[in-house]
Each structure stands twice: as structure tokens, then as C-alpha cells.
């Protein structure tokens, strides 16, 4: 039954030929609706009267998600007191990247380092820590260590006129690979940069030792000396 029409019908207008007492006959007279407002209202409210239902949605099963992968920003070494921004790579099961939101990060150990729920890394202790970011049934892991080092203190290597100087006295290859890690390093001071400052000095004490030049004895102090210093502040 459509109860809209019925209620315009019960409102209308009628005539009552009621009898003596009554109204006079031929008048017309409003009778009461059936439904009062509130009724009306309610039904409307409710779409009595039509399908409201509508079609449901399946999930698309090319859609399932099929990998998350974890990735730092900086590098898999830190050093305590550090912050490190890490991210998520998603892929659905064909391997298409795929954005997702509301990961769910764990540390595995929060003595080493905690891990915010945007996924920002901060390091806490030395040691050695698994970061997880989950979403969906899936989960993907990072490796992380943390390091007691005086970054500041291994930077200010850069500066230091004697690794100037050090630079011009190596082999063309040697002073290259030491002076980019000093550029490096200068742009960012991180644990990656620092050590690659103490790998390029490593390579260069190798080779000037090898060489038993007489006049690199004051290229071998030097670096020896740097080299010393980058492990010490490194806390290798």
C-alpha cells in the first residue's frame, strides 16, 4: 500500500450531510488525517516507499595487498640521540605500488630505539634493533643499529687543516674518494658520512703503507692520527 497517498487522501476535503444537530448539510468540513505530523515526518524520515538499499560493494580481489617493504630515508646505522625518518613501499598482489594509511610500527626492543606512529626512528642505546610496520595481515621489517658516536665531533674532522692538507699529499684516486666523503659529510652529518670518512682514510693508510715511500711518513701520522680519532668517536 502506499501510505503517502493514503495520508493526502485522508486529508482532504469531504462533504458530511450530517443530520439536525449537526453541521448543515452541503458544508464542508475538514476531517481529522490518520496520521498525525509526527507520524508523516517519521515515515519520511524512514523513505517508506522506496528501496533504499541499493547495490553492495565486493571487494576487488585484484586489490589485496601483496608486499610492504620498510625503508630509511638515511641509512641503517644510527647513533643515539639521532631521529631517522623511516617509510613504507606497498604493493598489491600484482606488484603495482598502492598507498595505504594507518600503519601500525613496532620496535623490538625500546631500550635501543622507539618509533613514533608516523614511523620516526629515535635512537635511544647502542645496539641492535628490528623496526616492523604492519598493516592488513601484512608486516614488513628493518634492520637497525644504533651506535654511541660524536657526530659533531667526527665532522669537525672536515675542518681540520691537517685532512686538508692530507688530501693534496694523496694519490689522485685516494684524494678523490677521501675528499667527496668529506663533501658528504658537510652536507649531512650522519653515521653513513662518517663512515665513509673513516673507509676512505682506511683505503688510503692501506695504500700509502704498502707503498714504502720514505716521504709519506707524515701522510701515514696524519692519517693514522684522523683514523684513530674517527674510530674513537664512532665507538667502534
Known amino acids: 500500500m502506499d501510505w503517502t497517498a493514503q495520508m493526502n487522501c485522508d ?96 620496535s623490538s626492543n625500546l631500550d635501543i630505539a622507539t618509533v613514533s606512529g608516523s614511523g620516526m626512528v629515535t635512537a635511544v642505546a647502542a645496539g641492535e634493533v628490528r623496526i616492523t610496520a604492519a598493516y592488513d595481515g601484512l608486516s614488513g621489517t628493518i634492520p637497525l643499529t644504533v651506535i654511541d658516536a660524536d657526530l659533531e665531533a667526527i665532522e669537525q674532522l672536515r675542518q681540520d687543516p691537517l685532512i686538508g692538507a692530507l688530501v693534496n699529499m694523496l694519490d689522485t684516486d685516494l684524494a678523490t674518494q677521501l675528499q667527496s666523503a668529506l663533501n658528504d659529510l658537510g652536507e649531512a652529518v650522519t653515521v653513513g658520512n662518517c663512515m665513509a670518512v673513516r673507509d676512505a682514510l682506511e683505503a688510503a693508510l692501506a695504500r700509502t703503507s704498502a707503498s714504502n715511500d720514505p716521504d709519506a711518513v707524515i701522510s701515514l701520522a696524519v692519517l693514522g692520527l684522523a683514523l684513530e680519532r674517527a674510530h674513537d668517536l664512532l665507538g667502534l
Request: proline share 7%; hydrophobic share 30%; with cysteine.
Open 11 to 106: 486529508v482532504d476535503h469531504k462533504i458530511d450531510d450530517r443530520g439536525p444537530g449537526g453541521d448543515e448539510p452541503g458544508r464542508k468540513r475538514r476531517s481529522k488525517p490518520v496520521f498525525s505530523a509526527l507520524t508523516a515526518c517519521a515515515l519520511a524520515a524512514y523513505g517508506c516507499g522506496e528501496d533504499t538499499t541499493g547495490p553492495i560493494d565486493e571487494p576487488d580481489p585484484g586489490s589485496q595487498l601483496g608486499n610492504i617493504v620498510v625503508e630509511s630515508s638515511i641509512d641503517v646505522v644510527m647513533a643515539v640521540g639521532r631521529t631517522m625518518q623511516l617509510t613504507v613501499s606497498v604493493t598489491d598482489a600484482d606488484g603495482n605500488p598502492v598507498t595505504v594509511g594507518g600503519i601500525d610500527w613496532q
